[in-house]
């Protein structure tokens, strides 16, 4: 088996290749709809040629999944393999092109080439070199970037095409390359748009300056209000002390896994784990104001943002979103106008571990990786584990992947190490077999 994955890695690499080109962001605002579709379509033909028929769905949100099924023998169970073949925009700052595979340093480079599209052929390696001898499923999903809900919705209309007795996500990643996990936990997410507004339009500073209410400065006043001096996040209703029992995250390889510069301090005062995995985390993930270049000497009128947060189990979503609207509303100042919009919810996630399909994939990791196998959190959110565990208490949900920290997913140079395909590939091909 690992004889037959290792002569794999070859197909695997142009495999990714292929993928990677494809501009699948979700947003036609921003790439084509076509190269979406044209991801999905290579999807779907792939796994079908690796012995399990998919086809396209559209889901309510417009998005193309890729879902088929290779029934199994009588009585075996059945196993579903999700991933995504949607990726984050380049963004900047790349060091070789972000849609062209580019090797250095022994990693693979290009966007999605961890998240999620160096799954895929994670997926894809392992059913070529398996004989399964369970049932499969295979779910891809289109917008999971966008966190457009489209997939879950489909999950809500047609159940069955999701309805399996082990869920291999393959979304998240090891503690580090060579150290196999799995994440064990995910913190739920709640997203708004807040809107600011304090006058009918722009106002030369010189003239009114001083006393105009400023949107944008009330804006700035708000979001201040969101973390401590630490860097807690700081939301009215919300706990933020909670702790993490699992395994740990050093801080000197936190700090080098993030680039933290010289002298600049981590936030929160809680461990790294606690921070990532255990407590809410408030991001600003943008802000809609003049741009420094052509501003103008003006009072602003509007101003908005769009906020992250991330909430742990234990915390429901739209509970935090509720306390998140009426913290910004009840901190603006000037009596300003306040309008909050939800954008997206998520569930957090807390696996059970105690079952038989846990039990043989970390027996397969071990194999693999030749060393024991952690439990870790995560602090992304993937929305679909706690609608699939909501509609199937009874299924085990397993998270693993290729995404470990040196991947830097959703920033410029993401990167796989093929040693996590092909280490991965190889567990997930001896589970899929059905026999020890």
């Not at 849609?99 to 894809?124: P, S």
């Not at 024991?372 to 949900?397: D, T």
């Amino acid at each position: 088996m690992r004889a037959r994955v290792a002569g794999l890695m070859e197909r695997a690499r142009r495999d990714l290749a292929e993928l990677v080109a494809m501009r699948s962001v979700a947003d036609p605002r921003l790439f084509p709809a076509e190269e979406c579709l044209r991801a999905a379509q290579w999807t779907a033909d792939a796994f079908t040629g690796a012995g399990v028929p998919c086809k396209l769905y559209e889901t309510p949100d417009g998005s193309q999944a890729v879902i088929g099924h290779r029934p199994g023998p009588e009585g075996a169970p059945t196993v579903l393999l999700y991933s995504h073949y949607d990726v984050q925009p380049p963004g900047e700052g790349w060091r070789s092109p972000p849609w062209e595979l580019t090797e250095r340093d022994g990693r693979w480079y290009g966007r999605g080439a961890a998240d999620c599209k160096g799954n895929i052929v994670m997926h894809l390696t392992a059913l070529r070199a398996a004989e399964p001898g369970v049932g499969v499923k295979v779910v891809i999903e289109g917008s999971e970037e966008q966190g457009t809900g489209g997939l879950e919705r489909l999950l809500d209309r047609n159940p069955e095409l999701f309805q399996a007795d082990a869920i291999v996500i393959g979304d998240t990643g090891n503690l580090a390359v060579g150290v196999p996990a799995f994440t064990t936990c995910l913190r739920g997410q709640a997203n708004v748009i807040v809107t600011v507004t304090t006058m009918k339009g722009a106002l030369h500073s010189g003239v009114y300056g001083g006393a105009a209410p400023d949107a944008l400065a009330a804006l700035v006043h708000m979001l201040g209000t969101l973390r401590d001096a630490a860097g807690n996040t700081t939301v009215q209703g919300l706990p933020g002390d909670q702790r993490w029992d699992g395994a740990q995250y050093p801080i000197d390889q936190f700090r080098k896994d993030a680039g933290i510069l010289d002298d600049v301090a981590v936030t929160g005062t809680g461990t790294i784990a606690d921070m990532l995995w255990a407590r809410p985390a408030l991001t600003v993930l943008g802000i809609d104001c003049p741009p420094v270049a052509g501003s103008v000497a003006a009072v602003q009128p509007s101003a908005r943002a769009r906020l992250n947060l991330r909430v742990p189990p234990g915390i429901d979503p739209q509970e935090a979103c509720e306390a998140l609207t009426a913290h910004l509303k009840a901190v603006a100042p000037w009596h300003a106008q306040v309008e909050v919009a939800p954008q997206s919810l998520g569930r957090p996630f807390l696996a059970r571990t105690d079952g038989p399909a846990y039990s043989a994939m970390t027996a397969a990791l071990t194999e693999a990786y030749g060393r024991k196998v952690a439990a870790q959190g995560q602090g992304g959110s993937i929305p679909l584990c706690g609608a699939l565990q909501s509609r199937f208490p009874e299924a085990e949900i397993m998270l693993l992947g290729v995404e470990e920290p040196r991947a830097l997913i959703h920033a410029a140079d993401e990167s796989v190490d093929p040693s996590e395909i092909e280490n991965l590939a190889f567990a997930e091909a001896i589970f899929l077999r059905g026999r020890r």
